[in-house]
Each structure stands twice: as structure tokens, then as C-alpha cells.
């Protein structure tokens, strides 16, 4: 708590004297409200409003098809839910690669029309200009490298990423250059534990990773996979706390059955 009572907002500047002291950050998705105050409440540091929504929330096969819009009402949504966490916004696939003034009005559009407190947005060299105008803005930016999902057709596949030596050279060169323009985190996805650890000793700010092993400065899990609502995506990097497609279907059947039997509603549960 502040000194005037009020909950203290985890900022950017948190999450860096998190990785100095060694405390790890814990990130999730989120893209909606009830789900983003259930994690709030919980204590989670970060909360990303991924565009794997495209997936989990809509149905695509990747992240491609979700549009700016789209992403500014699940935006919308998480930010009216969170009183702690900071509320961090992937830029959508075509809204940044054009140039970097099209990468800052889509930056601006996410911090004004849905309040978020960061954005990110996945590369490195290729957009480090449009990066840094964003943050001469004010806006800051989280990157992501490794396993890049809105590169899919460029990559071909979603296995491990930087097993190469000179993919490998080049994530870490990737990863300074992001530092020096000012990003405030970077996403490691998908690359070796070792790899991880080096960026993670090498360069200053928080790294936080999903499959990019145990020495990174954090964690996120899309909040679908992490609960067990998708029941198909088994990588190795994934830890379930919850079987909710299970769960939840389950409690759909026996729904079904009681309506059908007429033993819901009983005499206790009408007017
Ligand atoms: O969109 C997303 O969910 C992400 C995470 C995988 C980090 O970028």
C-alpha cells in the first residue's frame, strides 16, 4: 500500500528493481474483465493483453487476422479490471511493421483508447525505429524475440528458436539493441534454457520468458493454457494448475441433464 492507502501500481520501474533484487515477475494474459480481476486480485505483477486472443478468444489458427480495434476492446476491458498489475498491449500484426509513424499512431491509439500502460510489439533491428519513436512519445515498450508467432509463415514452424550458434548471436544482439533504445522488458519465447540465462546475465533489463527456461527474470503462460481450458497444447514449457475444459464441460453436462430432468429449477430456485 502507498502512504495515502491506496494499492501501489506495479510501473515499469517495478519490474527493474524486481530483476535487481532478484525477485522474479509473473506475467499472464488476459483479455477480459472478469478474468483480469480474478489475476489482479490474485497479486499477478503483469498482465498482457496478448494477441494470441486472436487465437484463444476468436478462434484463428494464428495471430495474424486480430486487428487494432479488436485489440483495443479486450484492451479496454482488462485495464477497467486492474487496480495493481500493469497492463501491458501487444501492438497487432500490420499495425507497426509499415513505418515507424504508423507503429506510433497505433502505440498512441492503445494508450489513449484503452488506458493501457505499455505496449509490445515483437522484433528486433527490423523495428527499432519505429521502437524508439514510440518511447520519445512516452510510451514504453516491451520487446518479444525468440519464437516471434506473428513471423510464423516467414519461420514455418513454432519449434525452439536460437538453437543455432548464429541465430543465437544474433537474439543477443537483438536483445542489446532493444535495451539501448529503451524497451523496459523483452519476451524471450521459446529459445534454450541456456541462452536464456546468458541474455538474461548480459543485458540490464527484465527478461521474461515462456519456454526460455528457469534463469530469465519472469514467466508468462497464455491464461487459457496455464488453466486448461485448451486442452490440445501440450509443450514442454507448459505447467497446467487447472483442467477447467474438464471442469468445465462437466458442469455443463450435468446443467443439461438437470434442465432435462426438470430437477433444476427446484422449489427453493423460482419466485
Ligand atoms: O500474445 C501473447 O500471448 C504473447 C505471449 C505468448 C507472450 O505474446
Request: charged share 25%.
Amino acid at each position: 500500500m502507498s502512504i495515502h492507502g491506496e494499492i501501489k501500481r506495479v510501473t515499469t520501474h517495478t519490474l527493474q528493481s524486481m530483476k535487481q533484487r532478484g525477485e522474479k515477475i509473473s506475467m499472464l494474459t488476459a483479455y477480459d474483465f472478469s478474468m483480469a480481476r480474478i489475476f489482479d486480485d490474485a497479486g499477478i505483477d503483469v498482465l498482457l493483453v496478448g494477441d494470441s486472443a486472436s487465437n484463444v478468444m476468436a478462434g484463428h489458427e494464428t495471430t495474424l487476422p486480430i486487428t487494432l480495434d479488436q485489440m483495443i476492446y479486450h484492451a479496454q476491458s482488462v485495464v477497467r479490471a486492474c487496480h495493481r498489475c500493469l497492463v501491458v498491449v501487444d501492438l497487432p500484426f500490420g499495425s507497426y511493421q509499415g513505418n515507424s509513424k504508423e507503429a506510433l499512431n497505433s502505440a498512441i491509439r492503445i494508450m489513449k483508447e484503452a488506458g493501457a500502460h505499455a505496449i509490445k510489439l515483437e522484433g528486433g533491428e527490423e523495428v527499432i525505429d519505429s521502437i524508439k519513436r514510440i518511447i520519445s512519445a512516452g510510451v514504453p515498450v516491451m520487446g518479444h524475440l525468440g519464437l516471434t508467432p506473428q513471423s510464423i509463415y516467414k519461420f514455418g514452424t513454432y519449434t525452439v528458436r536460437a538453437k543455432e550458434e548464429a541465430e543465437a548471436e544474433a537474439l543477443v544482439k537483438n536483445a542489446k539493441l532493444l535495451q539501448e533504445a529503451g524497451c523496459f522488458a523483452i519476451v524471450l519465447e521459446k529459445i534454450p534454457a541456456a541462452l536464456g540465462k546468458r541474455v538474461a546475465e548480459e543485458v540490464n533489463i527484465p527478461f521474461i520468458g515462456i519456454g526460455a527456461g528457469m534463469h530469465v527474470d519472469g514467466q508468462v503462460l497464455v491464461m487459457h493454457d496455464m488453466l486448461g481450458i485448451t486442452k490440445d497444447f501440450s509443450p514442454r514449457f507448459l505447467r497446467r494448475y487447472l483442467g477447467l475444459y474438464d471442469d468445465i464441460k462437466n458442469a455443463t453436462a450435468q446443467y443439461i441433464t438437470d434442465v432435462k430432468s426438470k430437477d433444476f429449477p427446484n422449489e427453493q430456485e423460482q419466485y
